[in-house]
């Protein structure tokens, strides 16, 4: 059974930092992709940063281009996002995924067949 469980989520003061990780079992994950999705309050998940099998290749919203910084451990199959300087619109939850990385990059949540529960983050202003 595959689970990806997600960790490090909190409350932050606006421009603060907070790491998540993403642990993951129950598949070798070698051909998946894998991404960060924010759901926030009211809202649709969106998406905010993936990275390729081997973790060659990184995409990120732009809102988060520069600030937020996706990385994975093949061997512990693990995945971070760090993210810097937070805004209060990022308050959320945000979910690990996973998915066969039939094409980049993979920014839709249908190209995702695997979703964590979640851990929430909240930005204070």
């Known amino acids: 059974q595959v689970q990806l469980v997600e960790s490090g989520g909190g409350l932050v003061q606006a421009g603060g930092s907070l790491t998540l990780s993403c642990a993951a079992s129950g598949r070798t994950f070698v051909r998946d992709a894998l991404g960060w999705f924010r759901e926030a309050p009211g809202k649709e998940p969106e998406f905010v940063a993936a990275i390729s099998w081997n973790g060659g290749r990184t995409v990120y919203a732009d809102s988060a281009e520069g600030r937020f910084t996706i990385s994975r451990d093949r061997d512990e199959y693990k995945m971070y996002l760090q993210m810097n300087n937070l805004k209060p619109e990022e308050t959320g939850i945000y979910y690990c995924?996973?998915?066969?990385?039939?094409?980049?990059?993979?920014?839709?949540?249908?190209?995702?067949?695997?979703w964590g529960q979640g851990t929430q983050v909240n930005v204070s202003s």
């Open positions: 995924t996973a998915g066969l990385m039939r094409e980049w990059p993979m920014v839709r949540r249908g190209q995702y067949n695997y």
